[in-house]
């Protein structure tokens, strides 16, 4: 992937020493699944600081409240999440809660339920809408949101995926772990803005083609993920798979002159 000149240098200065990588925050992004399989994915608006018209995940960073407070909690532990993507069981709880709370603010989506054998049936009227707004805002916290409404975090309805840290040549940096998961029965997606101007439901490997054609901007970790997801012809196939999390963090090389981004 050639990169754009301003990034060129700022890469050459990175690998030259004269500018440090900036710290890469804790983040979590969750790529939602329906039966086709198709994934939801979002176009962030043109005027993001990062990843700008790109279509991605719902998906961000880690709140310190999703480490520091209890939630109730459904399936697979804290320690489990922690051995599955090799961090400790505070930061596993936090990227679990964020995930969950991600997919909420930016789907609508909320992948928890009265017990834990149950999950929400619709999440659509003004007071989830407020709630919603109020997680965005951070007036509202996670676990707060869930004791309020006497819910349980369904750790189970996700599925650990991927590792990637943003190269050390980007001013902004997220080491993100990738979950996927299944919309709901009886839940939808719906337009809900903010961060975001389009919305669509995609069959991967019509993602990948319209990329190809330059129709959309993937960037190397969605476009990854969705060539991986391109190769199941369902959704169970998806979930029954079973994965290694390897951590992947592009780098830049200069190959005849030219600053390429590169993630092998």
């Given at each position: 992937m050639p990169l754009p000149a301003e990034l060129a240098a700022r890469a050459r200065d990175v690998l030259a020493g004269r500018v440090q990588p900036v710290p890469a925050r804790d983040a979590a992004t969750v790529v939602l699944l329906r039966p086709g399989p198709q994934v939801y994915l979002l176009r962030r608006k043109s005027t993001m600081a990062f990843a700008a018209g790109a279509y991605v995940f719902p998906g961000g960073s880690v709140d310190v409240r999703d480490t520091d407070q209890a939630v109730a909690w459904a399936g697979p532990s804290p320690a489990e999440w922690g051995a599955?993507?090799?961090?400790?069981?505070?930061?596993?709880?936090?990227?679990?809660?964020?995930?969950?709370?991600?997919?909420?603010?930016?789907?609508?989506?909320?992948?928890?339920?009265?017990?834990?054998?149950?999950?929400?049936?619709?999440?659509?009227?003004?007071?989830?809408?407020?709630?919603?707004?109020?997680?965005?805002?951070?007036?509202?916290?996670?676990?707060?949101?869930?004791?309020?409404?006497?819910?349980?975090?369904?750790?189970?309805?996700?599925?650990?995926?991927?590792h990637w840290i943003t190269p050390e040549i980007e001013s902004r940096r997220f080491d993100t772990k990738f979950f996927v998961a299944v919309l709901p029965e009886g839940q939808r997606t719906r337009d809900v803005g903010g961060e975001a101007d389009q919305v669509v439901w995609q069959r991967p490997a019509e993602a990948i083609d319209l990329a190809h054609r330059k129709e959309i901007f993937l960037m190397p970790p969605t476009y990854r993920t969705l060539s991986e997801l391109a190769q199941?012809?369902?959704?169970?196939?998806?979930?029954?798979?079973?994965?290694?999390?390897?951590?992947?963090?592009?780098?830049a090389v200069e190959i005849e002159g030219e600053m390429r981004l590169v993630s092998s």
């Open positions: 599955a993507f090799h961090v400790d069981e505070r930061l596993a709880r936090g990227l679990v809660c964020a995930a969950v709370r991600e997919t909420f603010e930016e789907s609508g989506v909320l992948l928890a339920g009265p017990g834990a054998g149950s999950v929400v049936a619709d999440t659509t009227g003004d007071d989830w809408e407020a709630d919603r707004l109020a997680l965005i805002d951070r007036s509202l916290a996670f676990a707060d949101f869930l004791a309020r409404r006497g819910l349980v975090l369904r750790s189970d309805l996700l599925k650990p995926w991927a199941y012809d369902s959704v169970d196939g998806v979930l029954a798979t079973s994965r290694e999390i390897v951590t992947i963090m592009p780098r």
